[in-house]
T-cell receptor, first 113, second 111 residues
């Protein structure tokens, strides 16, 4: 049982380049999330998807787009990467039950130069 | 959502019991208290969740006093592998998108 799988694990981009971070879960969860983690700032929610076909902005959505491709997959796209987007990105999923805990992947470490 | 306050760091020795206290003065009636653990280069992992009094599982215990303005995560007989960052969160019904992970508590277990 893989849980939440993120690819790639590491990525280096030049300013202005684009890329898509992939996330897939095999737990049949409806809700999926993208967070970023910066030193000393904890995790901040970028986007959230309550179900296939729906997405909502989180705390820090600027500069990002998301796609809920199907129930399993939720991708995060950087159209024009900036150094301020250097961070570790985590994908998570959860059941629909009230107060369900989040299940996280192991992250993608992104560096924008 | 209720803001949480927890120590930035704690040190302990192997075999000791560790208690990490979290303050959440503005907790609301429908809020639950949840703790996550994060190892380096990994995503956070759910440890335990509770509403009041005491909750225990195979990993930890969670103590919540009657006024619910604070909570204490208790890790019995820690080992080196318990070195991690521990996050205290207040979770409100239907507000998954508003979960706030603060900076957490860095627990270092020494030999």
């Amino acid at each position: 049982n893989a849980g939440v799988t993120q690819t790639p694990k590491f990525q280096v981009l030049k300013t202005g380049q684009s890329m898509t971070l992939q996330c897939a879960q095999d737990m049949n969860h409806n809700s999926m999330y993208w967070y970023r983690q910066d030193p000393g700032m904890g995790l901040r929610l970028i986007y959230y998807s309550a179900s296939e076909g729906t997405t909502d902005k989180g705390e820090v959505p600027n500069g990002y787009n998301v796609s809920r491709l199907n129930k399993r997959e939720f991708s995060l796209r950087l159209e024009s990467a900036a150094p301020s987007q250097t961070s570790v990105y985590f994908c998570a999923s959860s059941e629909d039950r009230v107060y369900s805990p989040l299940h996280f992947g192991n992250g993608t470490r992104l560096t924008v130069t | 959502l209720a803001k949480t306050t927890q120590p930035i760091s704690m040190d302990s020795y192997e075999g000791q019991e560790v208690n990490i206290t979290c303050s959440h003065n503005n907790i609301a009636t429908n809020d639950y208290i949840t703790w996550y653990q994060q190892f380096p280069s990994q995503g956070p992992r759910f440890i335990i969740q509770g509403y009041k009094t005491k909750v225990t599982n195979e990993v930890a215990s969670l103590f919540i006093p009657a006024d619910r303005k604070s909570s204490t995560l208790s890790l019995p007989r820690v080992s080196l592998s318990d070195t991690a960052v521990y996050y205290c969160l207040v979770v409100r019904r239907g507000s998954a998108r508003q979960l706030t992970f603060g900076s957490g508590t860095q627990l270092t277990v020494l030999p």
